[in-house]
């Protein structure tokens, strides 16, 4: 690592701690707002005297498991984010200028890049390419590979390009969601003889809703773990992002040593 790059690389690094604070600040907060949630629709069927009203049971589930799925939501940027900080601290970690150094005693570059890399990054998407042109490091998860990815995380170990800790996040969230709507699904079956019309607009509108969500999470979660998100295809994209900027306003030439899978 170059000597002015040591400053941006432990500033980055405690961001990308804080950002993983963050992440286990929501998970405490699911955990105890759906404990709190279902004790207290338990105590309402519990205490109430005048029948078992089963209806704003199945309406509280179907909510509480669309706030995780916002939740899950947020970690899964905030999972992006994270990758994004120790992908460019790798960057900086791997890089060296062939003796050459820099005007300052420390560069900070982190903003410029992220910039740069974000308008690269919004180009590619917009410009109709084929899947082959498209670097390896840039190209989104397809929809049967993220379904079926997200199906086996849930179950099995399996190998990845990214941290384990995104894994039990999911599953986690996966198994609040999958309790709370089979739950809620289960009641509504159980009286079907006397269920109306809204409610069973509502309960399908429910399953459709949760399947475009996951839909939608499965993309993101693959994408973190093996795909233009994770650690390594961040820190690739970064080294053509710096190459760049550092010949442009330093004329300083860059090279990187290989990935630490690539040794």
Not at 60 to 84: Q, T
Not at 123 to 150: C, H, M, T, V, Y
Request: hydrophobic fraction near 45%; include cysteine.
């Amino acid at each position: 690592m170059q000597k002015e790059n040591v400053e941006e690389y432990f500033r980055l690094r405690l961001e990308a701690a804080a950002v993983k604070s963050c992440m286990t600040d929501y998970v405490k907060f699911l955990i105890v707002g759906v404990g709190a949630a279902v004790s207290g629709l338990g105590g309402i069927v519990a205490f109430s005297g005048e029948g078992f009203y089963w209806e704003p049971i199945v309406i509280s589930a179907y909510s509480l498991s669309f706030i995780a799925d916002l939740l899950l939501l947020i970690l899964i940027y905030k999972f992006s984010s994270h990758n994004r900080y120790v992908g460019y601290c790798r960057t900086l970690a791997r890089e060296s200028w062939n003796g050459a150094s820099a005007p300052h005693d420390s560069l900070v570059l982190w903003e410029v890049c992220v910039a740069r890399l974000t308008r690269s990054d919004s180009i590619i998407r917009k410009s109709n390419l084929e899947a082959s042109d498209i670097p390896e490091s840039n190209q989104p998860a397809r929809i049967g590979e993220s379904l079926w990815f997200l199906v086996r995380a849930m179950f099995t170990q399996q190998y990845s390009a990214s941290w384990g800790f995104p894994v039990t996040i999911v599953r986690t969230f996966a198994y609040v969601v999958a309790l709370l709507f089979i739950g809620a699904l289960t009641l509504v079956f159980m009286n079907c003889a006397d269920i109306n019309g809204w409610m069973l607009g509502i309960s399908v509108f429910a399953v459709l809703l949760q399947f475009a969500v996951w839909t939608i999470l499965a993309r993101r979660f693959c994408d973190i773990m093996q795909g233009r998100d994770t650690v390594d295809a961040y820190s690739e994209r970064f080294d053509g992002v710096r190459r760049e900027v550092l010949k442009k306003y330093y004329d300083i030439k860059a090279r990187y040593l290989p990935q630490p899978k690539d040794f």
